[in-house]
C-alpha cells in the first residue's frame, strides 16, 4: 500500500494555479520533492497534510481516499506534518508542546506520554524537555517542530524544508533521523538541496512551475545529466538537466 | 484531556494576575465589609468583589490567549489536526475560565468564613453566586471569542476596557447589569433573569469553541449561523427578562424584638438577625426622645416585611434608622389623608419639623443646619435649632403644639 497517491491534483491560490494536474505516489521509504523556490512544493505538501482541500484531481493518503472532511480527519491520526513555517507556543515546556500537537493527533492518552518522550529521544531533546520553547535556538526548534510531526503511530510524515537552519552536525543527524523513520513510515521531504536528497532519499521528484518534471531514483536522475551541464556533483548536474529541460519542453 | 487542561493552567498568564484580581476583589469587599453582618448584603458583596475588576483582566486575558496561535504561528499546523476543533478550543477556554471560578470561590470562601465567624451559620446566597457565575463566564467567553476573530494588539486591552466600563455604565438593576452593589433582604435576585443570564453565558462560551477563525480556509454556514441565532436568541431572552432584583415575598413570621413598655416593637427579616439589636436601640431612643409627646406606631417594620405600616431599613449603623424610624412615625406615612394640597404642603412641613427634631434628639445632635445627612429648606432647619435650644420641658411643649397641628385629623 502506498504512502500517498496523487492523481490529476490541481490547486490554486483565487485565479493563479500552483499546481496543475500532478501525478505522483510515494511509498516506503523516503521520497524528496526536489524544486527551485516558488515551484508547489510547500502548496503541494499543505495538500497533502489535508491543510488546504484539493481544487480538483484524487488524493489518496494511507490508503484512504480523501474528500471529505471526514477522512482527512481520519488520516490526520497518522500524518506528521512539519511545516515551512513552524508555529510553536513559546511559553509551553518542549514537552508540554510535543504532548500537545500529539493530542492535536489525537494519540491516545495511554500512550501519549511514551510517543512523546520517544520523540523527545529521537531528535535529541529528551534532556531539553523541561526548557521552554522560546528558549531553544533554531537548530533545536526545527528538531522539535519534527518531533511533533513523529510523535504517535505515524504512517506518513511530511516535512517541509526540514534542515532550513541546522547546522552541519545536525544535519547529519537529521538524515540519521529520517533514515530511522523511513523504517514504520512514508516520509516525503521538500527540498532544494540537492545534498540532502543524495543523502537520504531512495525516490525523488522533481518539481517546476507545479508541474513533477522528473520521478525516480537520485541515481536515475543524476545519469540523465548530459555532458557540459552546471553542478557540482553528478545529482546537482542531473537537477539542473531537469529543470532545463522542463523550461525548454514549456 | 485531563493533561491538556493541567497544562493550559499552568501556561495561563492568569496564574500570575489570579492574586492580583483576587487583591482587589478584596479592597472590594472590604469597602463594603459593614453590609457582611447579614447574608443576602455577604452574598451580594460576594458577587460584587469577585466581578467588578476581575472582568476587566478576565477578557483581557482571555483574548490575549486566544490569540496565541496566530501570534505563534500555528495556523497550518492547527488546521491539520485529528481532533475536532471545539475541542481545542473549550480545552484552552476552560484554562482561562478556571481561573475566573477560582477567584469567586476563594472569594465566596474567604467571605462566607468571614461572616460565619461574625453571626454563626449560615451560608451565602446561591443565587448571588450565579450571578458571579454568569458574569465571569459571560466575560471569558466574550474576551477568548474578540481574540479567536481578531489579531490585533489593541483588542485585549480594548475588550478588557469595555468591561470594566460597562460595568460602570450599565443602567442599575437592568438584566445585564455585570453585578449589584447591594443585596437587601427585601429583595432577591430574579429567577427569570438568572436562568436567561446563564443561557446568554452558555451560548457565549459556545460561540467562543465554535465558531472558526476568521482566518480558517473554511467556515461552515451551519457551524457559524447556530451558536450566532442561538446566542441572539438568549440575549434577546435576557433583554425582556425584567429587573435584576425584584421584592421578595414578604415572610409569613417575621424576626421581632421582645415588647417594651413605651417603646414601638421592631420586626426584621430573619435573614436581618444581626441588625436586630441596634433596630432596637433605634427604637428606643426614639420612643426616649418623642418623650409622650409624639404618637408613636407599635411596631416599626424592616423595609418590604410590610406595605402598609411604619417602615425601616434595617442597617448595620443605627443613625440612618432612626432617621428612618422618625419619618415612619409621621402622619403622612400612617396613611393620613388630606382634603386639599394646601393642607398636605403645611402638614408635610410640620411633619418634617419633627421627624428632624426626633432625629436630632434621638441621635444627640444640638444642631440640625449645619448636619449635611438632612437635607432642609432653611426655615425648617431655623425652628428645629431654635426649638432644640429650648430647655427640655419647652421643647416637648412646642413639638406637642406642632403634633396637634399635623395630626389633626389622624387620629392622634
Known amino acids: 500500500m502506498p504512502g500517498l497517491e496523487v492523481v490529476g491534483l490541481v490547486q490554486s491560490y483565487g485565479s493563479r494555479t500552483i499546481i496543475s494536474g500532478l501525478t505522483m505516489r510515494a511509498d516506503a521509504g523516503v521520497t524528496a520533492l526536489l524544486g527551485p523556490n516558488g515551484a508547489g512544493k510547500s502548496t503541494l505538501l499543505r495538500t497533502l497534510a489535508t491543510v488546504t482541500p484539493p481544487g480538483g484531481g484524487e488524493l489518496r493518503l494511507l490508503g484512504r481516499k480523501v474528500d471529505s472532511e471526514k477522512d482527512a480527519r481520519e488520516v490526520r491520526k497518522r500524518i506528521g506534518y512539519l511545516p515551512q513555517e513552524f508555529g510553536y507556543h513559546p511559553n509551553f515546556s518542549v514537552y508540554e508542546f510535543i504532548r500537545y500537537c500529539a493530542w492535536l493527533r489525537e494519540v491516545p492518552d495511554r500512550t501519549a506520554h511514551a510517543s512523546t518522550m520517544t520523540a523527545l529521544e529521537r531528535v535529541g531533546l529528551a534532556d531539553r524537555r523541561k526548557s521552554r520553547m522560546r528558549e531553544l535556538s533554531g537548530g533545536m526548534l526545527r528538531r522539535a517542530g519534527i518531533a511533533q510531526a513523529i510523535a504517535g503511530d505515524v504512517g506518513l510524515v511530511l516535512l517541509d524544508e526540514p534542515t532550513v537552519g541546522l547546522d552541519p552536525e545536525q544535519r547529519l543527524e537529521f538524515r540519521e533521523l529520517v533514515r530511522t523513520l523511513a523504517d514504520t513510515a512514508t516520509v516525503v521531504l521538500s527540498t532544494h538541496l540537492v545534498e540532502d536528497v543524495a543523502a537520504v532519499c531512495t525516490r525523488l521528484h522533481v518539481i517546476t512551475a507545479g508541474r513533477i518534471v522528473f520521478s525516480g531514483t537520485p541515481a536515475e536522475l543524476a545519469a540523465n545529466a548530459t555532458p557540459g551541464t552546471p553542478g557540482d556533483t553528478p545529482l546537482e548536474s542531473g537537477y539542473i538537466w531537469a529543470l532545463r529541460s522542463a523550461a525548454v519542453s514549456a | ?412
Not at chain 2, 476552560?94 to 449560615?122: D, E, R
Not at chain 2, 480594548?158 to 442599575?172: C, D, E, K
Not at chain 2, 443585596?183 to 451560548?203: D, I, Y
Not at chain 2, 405600616?309 to 388630606?338: E, H
Request: glycine share 8%.
Open chain 2, 1 to 412: 484531556m485531563k493533561t491538556m487542561f493541567g497544562i493550559e493552567l499552568r501556561r495561563s498568564i492568569m496564574l500570575w494576575l489570579l492574586p492580583f484580581t483576587l487583591a482587589a476583589g478584596a479592597l472590594v469587599a472590604w469597602g463594603w465589609s459593614e453590609t457582611w453582618l447579614v447574608w443576602p448584603e455577604a452574598s451580594a458583596t460576594t458577587s460584587f468583589a469577585a466581578t467588578r475588576f476581575s472582568v476587566a483582566v478576565l477578557a483581557g486575558v482571555a483574548a490575549w490567549s486566544a490569540q496565541r496561535d496566530r501570534r505563534g504561528g500555528l495556523r497550518d499546523q492547527l488546521v491539520a489536526i485529528a481532533r475536532p476543533a471545539w475541542q481545542v478550543e473549550a480545552v484552552h477556554l476552560l484554562g482561562t475560565m478556571a481561573y475566573a471560578w477560582i477567584g469567586l470561590l476563594i472569594t465566596a470562601l474567604s467571605i462566607q468564613l468571614l461572616v460565619m465567624a461574625k453571626i454563626g451559620p449560615g451560608f451565602l446566597w446561591p443565587s448571588y453566586l450565579l450571578l458571579g457565575l454568569t458574569t465571569l463566564t459571560f466575560s471569558v467567553a466574550v474576551g477568548h471569542l474578540a481574540g479567536r476573530l481578531s489579531s490585533s494588539r489593541l483588542i485585549p486591552p480594548l475588550i478588557g476596557a469595555t468591561m470594566l466600563v460597562a460595568g460602570f455604565i450599565a443602567p442599575p438593576n437592568a438584566p445585564f447589569d455585570l453585578s449589584v452593589v447591594t443585596g437587601p433582604a427585601k429583595l432577591e435576585l430574579n429567577p427569570s433573569v438568572l436562568a436567561a443570564r446563564s443561557a446568554f453565558a452558555a451560548a457565549c462560551v459556545v460561540l467562543a469553541i465554535t465558531i472558526p477563525r476568521t482566518s480558517a480556509p473554511s467556515r461552515p454556514t451551519k457551524q457559524v449561523a447556530v451558536p450566532l441565532l442561538a446566542g441572539v436568541i438568549t440575549l434577546g431572552w435576557l433583554t425582556v427578562s425584567g429587573p435584576l432584583q425584584v421584592p421578595r415575598a414578604p415572610v409569613a413570621r417575621p424576626l421581632c424584638a421582645e415588647p417594651a413598655a413605651g417603646v414601638p416593637r421592631v420586626c426584621v427579616w430573619p435573614e436581618n438577625r444581626a441588625y436586630l439589636n441596634d433596630a432596637t436601640r433605634a427604637a428606643r431612643l426614639i420612643a426616649s426622645a418623642a418623650g409622650g409627646a409624639v404618637p408613636l406606631p407599635d411596631t416599626y417594620y424592616d423595609e418590604g416585611l410590610s406595605e402598609d405600616k411604619p417602615t425601616f431599613t434595617a442597617l448595620s449603623t443605627i443613625n440612618p434608622m432612626i432617621a428612618d424610624m422618625a419619618i415612619a412615625t409621621m402622619p403622612s406615612f400612617r396613611g393620613c389623608r388630606d382634603k386639599s394640597e394646601a393642607d398636605a404642603e403645611e402638614r408635610a412641613t410640620i411633619g418634617g419639623e419633627i421627624w428632624v427634631w426626633m432625629t436630632a434628639r434621638a441621635s444627640g445632635l444640638k444642631s440640625v443646619t449645619n448636619d449635611s445627612s438632612f437635607l432642609l429648606p432653611a426655615e425648617v432647619g431655623r425652628d428645629v435649632d431654635a426649638a432644640l435650644a429650648k430647655p427640655h420641658d419647652k421643647q416637648l411643649a412646642w413639638v406637642k403644639r406642632q403634633v396637634a397641628r399635623t395630626w389633626e385629623g389622624c387620629g392622634a
